[in-house]
């Protein structure tokens, strides 16, 4: 658990810490904001691609082998990336580091279904939230730190050592545990699955990477063609004997319930990790390493109860910790509707850190009760479709909540005779992100409203 959890959070840290270096990299290739934005699109498209298929190499490909070579491509695209010249250099550097995570996520889940009994899960999972909830923590403020002294391939050098780790633990404790049934391979439902995920994936990021893209051929064309080849592959996985993801995981009531949990708690989450370091940063003129500093405690504390939220689910279920967990997002969320360029960075860091413990009410025990309805055979096939709900919410919640903060921005803008003044554009920025937060009350209450009908498994 270790040496996966090493390699867990190194994938995630790599996701989120290059967000602070866009500038620079800009700056050192020559190259264009609408450019620079792939080598996080990329990852992240490349995650979303790779994680409903984990399902069918899970059953294919021994535990320790599927490990190895999830590792490989990390450390691979990490020293890639490291000695990237060139831009192009360090997108593939990019593409292929994301293979690793991509793999390596669905993976540890299924290996905490088989190791841990149901009534010990819920602590696991904890644990398994709080590497989850931290990477993204630490993410902005140590590549803040690295920025400023070794620039931004000290990203990646930091790294490797870790990467290494990972490796050698796995390799001398890492045992084959997954039932290997080698289902036969479709190669329809790969491409459908391939073209379909990836197309809603790059779509929504699409939208969230360019002011006013809704109507744009490169949103709307992916997503036409993304949603109509997802329709095609859930029909072919309902005829086919050995399917590639089995989606009869839906006929479980609880974890259907818990997919939809998890969807929403993440589309909110993220629009929290997108809304709030641009306010910090363009708002209220902060550093990068001052507004990680902000976001740290809320991550941190995310992390550390997840792992004690986990052990009062094995006792309590999920009922009252979710209920809880939507209720105090509301109250947060609606706290947030209200910021403005004078409110106090104390005040953001408890709403922030307020938030952070509600998505830890959340996350663990939506997810954890509806695995735990499932049986063995379909452990695979769950993990990968909470897997593949998580990376979709995630760049739906960036891409709603950037529009939502642009329309919000041009609003107040339209009715302001000096547009360009420099304080008038802070607290344009600022009534953009209070809009984009009105949005996610909406998302939360829908969240509370699905956690009434949740019970334990």
Known sequence: MVSLMIGVFTGIFNQTALNMALTGIMD?????????QWVTTGYILTMGILVPISGLLYKSVPTKKLFTISLGFSFTGTLLAGFS?????????RII?????????PLMTNIILVLFPPNRRGMVMGLMMLVIAVAPALGPTISGLLIGSVGWKGIFWVSIPLLLISLILGLIYMRNISNITKPKVDILSI?????????????FSSAGSAVGSWGQPIVIIPLTIGILSLILFSFRQFKLASPMLNLRVFKYPMFTIGSVLVFLVMF???????LM???LVESLLLSA????LVLLPGGVFNGVTSLIIGRIFDEVGPKFLVRIGFFILIIMFLLFSNITVNTSLLIIIIIHTGSMFGVALIMNPAQTNGLNQLPKQLYPDGAAVIGTLTQIAGAIGVAIAISTMVSGQEAYLGGNIEP???TVQSEALAAGVRSGFKLSVIGAIIGFITSLFIRRS
């Open 97 to 105: 580091q994301a293979v690793g995570p991509g793999i390596l996520m």
């Open 85 to 93: 010249i060139n831009f192009e250099m360090l997108l593939l550097a």
């Open 28 to 36: 050192d290739f020559q190259i264009h904001a609408s450019n620079v």
């Open 268 to 274: 909110v989450n993220l629009s929290i990790s997108i």
């Open 289 to 292: 390493l001052t507004a990680g």
């Open 420 to 422: 360009i003044n420099m």
């Open 191 to 203: 491409l459908l699955s391939t073209i379909g995920f990836g197309g809603i994936v790059f779509g």
């Open 277 to 279: 370091p641009m306010y």
